[in-house]
């Protein structure tokens, strides 16, 4: 096992939120939120659709050094579809294709052709691509679909068994079905798609001939932490500037309007740029520490999420000021203070739970203009680094090819896909989680 | 009998096909007549009036066999038609003069823009008639007037700006929903006055939506009662106010505080509990680079007075008077208070940080607004324990639940409410909550900063029997600050009028009330507006 610096954050923010969640447990306030966003249909759709891709995320946190592949540090992820990532055409192919996207001199015959050659891998198996080629795939799905069949009736019959042996009773649950059908959507959906892999380049290759669908899947990691790592390093900062410059005025507000309006008249992308060129000469310096390639991407992926935490705080500390501005003022606040509650009590008790509404869209937002800011920053090379898979670099290499006739469109579509899912699911969760931990939209229940 | 002006034929009003708001209702509406739709809140007043201009939200739906006004059925016009009602035929004037202008418009614009809405005049024509309207709602020096934004005028001529709002159109009907409930006894006595001058010089006929009977019973002349949605007694004013059919309207009316209750008030000294001397509360007004200090607002300037224990001193005034800002300064929670604050020997205001915060369980405070001086994310046990943790930190947390569903008890709440959240209540009850959160620290004194204002007559009443009951059962002592002397009248043992900033004049209840020798207090109690049938 290998531990990476954003492996470790990763499991240590799992091991929190576990904590946070177990000690949660029970409590009676807690009870009636959480009932609501177990009611509510598309709060648990999209909670299932985040799980997945975070669970794919956590597979790909669990790095080793591999016994063949000449001692790489691979992930658990890279481990299980290692057919993927060892299916590497020559160049570009269309998803699905049996040959390569653009004609080359092929020997037919002992005669040297200008012709489209044969995939070292994508429908290898097949003597005559053009004819046999529809039917083969439909053929392969059906296998892929009964597969991911087998394993959802596995899985959810495993589950309900233990969970009735473990509760003793049938769970009231308004859900049930949406979140059953989601959970098989996804599981066929993956298998189909991971069988017919084994056979195609699903999402086609890309311009060194790496299968699409493995970056694709790959980036999933690089966005999640980029949007967690980064929101972790940005909150904390932001709540706690923000609340103390409106809760306490005075010089305290001074201090802080005056930080962040320093840093807001700096341009970000200059400090990111000068961030990540510090972190590539100091680990050119200390060869020695940074070995390996993935370490030092990682490392680079790391300042990353710091630096982009750092430049992007003042944005909610200034929302944050403003409605402490307004909430100090609130007779419940002036109560507190006629009750003798101390500051911080009423820093805690009075003013976080009531702008935490707030705090909660503008993460889901920044989480999503974190993933698309990777992208940009890619474009001018001050992003991850070139050898992260990232829907960034994805789509960077694949701007390039946008004014190629025929246009070279599935790298594009596929970084587009995934980042869509995991965004609007993102959005819609925390629409319901809003809702749910707000008394007030429960009047009318 | 005159032909009707609007006649309403049995209204109904339905919210999301199964809340039923207005229920069946039939009234009319006679030119040149003032008619009142009293009833307390949520009774669907208001729903009323905006079925008729049919500006009911999405939700609602309208059930009614005919609304017509001089004969047309409203139901029956299309929306453009309505468009021209509105306004034009029918006009309506909203409680809150504050929002209903907008604040970056002048309000000779805002005049000019209704008036073009309805009359193609030139731009010369309109300034004129702008002027003319100004001067029926009597601004004062309209000229110069006409140019100002709506935060340079006070709120009683912000009405008068809706109100010549309203008249552009030059309607047959006018519709005023609670028009002076956010305005001072004084200004509303003008207000009403000034709305019975132009009905009399237009003919028009005013609907009147108010929940306050005692100021309906001066201006109207016929009333309807509504109760939940249902008209439960019409009537000639004069017939409904001295001979109540209905039992709702009879507990209406006896639940109204009268001035003459305070005769039966038994004066006993007693020993001083609170000793306020030559207390200020200034503002400093700064200006420039540096922020000089250059004067200073007098909220508060040079008051004096003593509660004796148990008892209540009733602190009256109009808004801005500085009686708020003495209340909450007297505790400590703004910044700017001067003078000594002795509440049983202790001087509060020599006192700071830890030392400060130790004493805050001998004088508590309840707010106006029962909506915002409760936290929306807190559970009403939370909030109720919130004091007891923070100054009794040595009672253990079942001692604590325990004394929580005590008090929640004595404030007459059902036992289940700890684990509720504020919202779930109505207005008199989350009052209610907040009596229970200051009585957990066991005050001496409890600064009551207008807490009957904001709720209805009935609802009123209980509060104040509830606040009386408290004082007798545990001795507390009561700085009750209020705009309404027949309030007063039945809690306050001792008035203290203030009139910006100072004390003008202060003494036993009945002599203030009856006797009062100072110009001032005797103009607040002539605008009081007093029940007129009932003084037999």
């Not at chain 1, 540090?73 to 996207?101: G, Q, W």
């Not at chain 1, 489209?116 to 529809?134: I, M, N, Q, V």
């Not at chain 1, 290759?205 to 790592?229: C, M, N, P």
């Not at chain 2, 935060?151 to 009405?159: F, M, V």
Request: net charge neutral; charged share 20%.
């Amino acid at each position: 096992m290998i531990f990476l610096w954003t492996d470790t954050l990763i499991f240590l923010l799992l091991l929190v939120l576990i904590g946070i969640a177990c000690a949660l447990r029970g409590k009676e306030p807690i009870q009636r939120p959480l009932n609501k966003i177990t009611n509510s249909r598309v709060g648990m759709v999209s909670l299932v659709v985040l799980l997945f891709y975070v669970f794919v995320g956590l597979l790909d946190s669990i790095h080793f050094k591999s016994n063949h592949d000449n001692n790489e540090i691979i992930s658990l992820l890279d481990y299980c579809v290692t057919p993927l990532r060892d299916h590497n055409e020559k160049t570009y192919s269309a998803p699905f294709a049996a040959t390569l996207y653009s004609k080359e001199m092929v020997a037919k015959e002992g005669v040297m052709q200008w012709d489209f050659p044969r995939l070292a891998y994508g429908g290898k198996h097949l003597t005559d691509p053009e004819s046999e080629k529809t039917g083969d795939i439909f053929q392969k799905s059906m296998i892929g679909f009964l597969i991911g069949f087998a394993v959802f009736i596995t899985l959810t019959s495993l589950f309900s068994a233990g969970y009735y042996l473990l509760v003793k009773k049938v769970p009231k649950f308004n859900a049930l079905y949406p979140v059953l059908i989601s959970f098989f959507c996804i599981v066929t959906v993956s298998s189909l798609l991971g069988y017919l892999s084994l056979y195609y380049h699903v999402f086609g290759t890309d311009k060194v001939g790496e299968d699409v669908f493995y970056q694709a899947i790959k980036s999933i990691r690089t966005g999640l932490v980029i949007g967690t790592l980064t929101t972790l390093v940005m909150l904390p900062l932001a709540i706690l500037f923000g609340i103390l410059a409106g809760f306490f005025r005075g010089w305290v507000d001074d201090l802080i309007q005056y930080i962040y309006t320093t840093l807001n008249s700096i341009p970000g992308v200059l400090l990111i740029a000068a961030s990540v060129l510090m972190v590539q000469v100091y680990m050119a310096n200390h060869e020695a520490e940074f070995t390996s390639v993935i370490v030092r991407a990682d490392m680079r992926l790391l300042f990353l999420c710091l630096i982009l935490g750092v430049t992007s705080w003042t944005g909610l500390c200034r929302l944050l000021r403003a409605e402490t501005l307004k909430l100090r003022e609130m007779e419940y606040v002036q109560a507190a203070r006629a009750l003798g509650v101390k500051q911080h009590a009423i820093l805690l008790q009075h003013i976080l739970p009531n702008v935490m509404h707030i705090v909660l869209i503008s993460v889901v937002l920044d989480f999503s203009s974190l993933v698309l800011a990777e992208a940009v920053l890619s474009y001018i090379n001050i992003g991850v680094d070139p050898t992260t898979f990232s829907w960034g670099n994805m789509i960077n290499g694949a701007r390039l090819e946008m004014a190629r006739e025929p246009i070279v469109w599935w790298s594009l579509s596929a970084a587009f896909i995934f980042m869509f899912v995991l965004v609007l699911a993102a959005n819609l969760f925390a629409d319901v989680v809003q809702d749910a931990f707000d008394p007030r939209s429960a009047v009318n229940e | 009998m005159t032909k009707s002006l609007l006649q309403v034929e049995k209204l109904s009003v339905v919210f999301n096909t199964h809340h039923k708001v207005v229920d069946d209702i039939s009234f009319d509406v006679y030119p040149g007549e003032t008619f009142a739709l009293v009833g307390e809140s949520g009774s669907g007043k208001s729903i009323t009036a905006l079925s008729v201009l049919r500006l009911l939200p999405n939700n609602a739906t309208i059930q009614a066999s005919s609304i017509t006004l001089t004969g047309e059925n409203l139901l029956k016009k299309t929306e453009l038609e309505m468009c021209r009602i509105r306004g034009r035929r029918i006009a309506l004037i909203f409680q809150d003069p504050m929002s209903s202008l907008n604040p970056v418009m002048t309000i000779g614009d805002q005049v000019a823009e209704a008036i073009h809405q309805h009359f193609p005049l030139s731009k010369s024509d309109t300034q004129q008639r702008v002027l003319e309207l100004l001067q029926q709602v009597e601004l004062p020096e309209p000229d110069k007037r006409i140019k100002d934004y709506p935060h340079q005028l006070s709120g009683g001529q912000r009405q008068r700006v809706m109100i010549a709002i309203a008249l552009a159109g030059k309607p047959d009907l006018l519709i005023a929903d609670e028009p002076t409930t956010s305005l001072d006894v004084t200004i509303q006595a003008q207000i009403l006055s000034l709305l019975k001058n132009i009905q009399k010089e237009t003919g028009m006929g005013l609907w009147l939506i108010s929940h306050d009977l005692a100021l309906v019973s001066t201006i109207a002349d016929r009333v309807a009662v509504m109760q939940k949605g249902i008209i439960v007694e019409t009537g000639n004013s004069g017939d409904l106010f001295s001979r109540p059919q209905h039992p709702y309207t009879q507990k209406l009316l006896s639940a109204l505080p009268s001035i003459q209750s305070c005769l039966n008030h038994i004066a006993e000294q007693k020993l001083p509990l609170l000793e306020v001397d030559d207390f200020h509360c200034y503002y400093p007004i700064r200006k420039g680079l540096f922020k000089r200090i250059a004067g200073y607002v007098r909220a508060v300037d040079g008051v004096s007075f003593t509660i004796q224990k148990g008892k209540t001193l009733a602190l009256v005034g109009e808004s801005g008077c500085g009686k708020t800002t003495l209340g909450k300064s007297l505790l400590n929670l703004i910044p700017g208070g001067a003078g000594t604050v002795k509440i049983d020997g202790i001087d509060l205001h020599a006192l700071s940080g830890e030392s400060l915060r130790k004493q805050r369980a001998n004088m508590q405070i309840i707010f106006q607004d029962p909506f915002s001086s409760m936290n929306p994310r807190m559970l009403v046990g939370d909030i109720v324990a919130e004091g007891i943790k923070a100054l009794f930190p040595e009672i253990g947390e079942e001692q604590r639940k325990d004394r929580v569903s005590l008090l929640l008890e004595q404030v007459g709440l059902p036992g289940d409410s700890a684990l509720r959240y504020p919202h779930e209540f109505s207005g008199g009850q989350r009052q209610r909550i907040c009596i229970a959160r200051a009585l957990a620290v066991r005050p001496k004194l409890i600064v009551c900063d207008e807490p009957t204002s904001a709720l209805d007559v009935s609802v009123q009443a209980q509060i104040i029997a509830l606040l009386k009951t408290l004082q007798r059962e545990q001795g507390i002592s009561y700085l009750f600050i209020t705009h309404d002397l027949a309030v007063v009248a039945e809690i306050a043992d001792e008035i203290a009028v203030m009139y910006q900033g100072k004390i003008i004049e202060q003494g036993k209840v009945e002599k203030i009330l009856f006797e009062s020798e100072h110009e001032y207090t005797k103009k607040l109690i002539a605008a009081l507006p007093k029940l007129e049938n009932n003084s037999k």
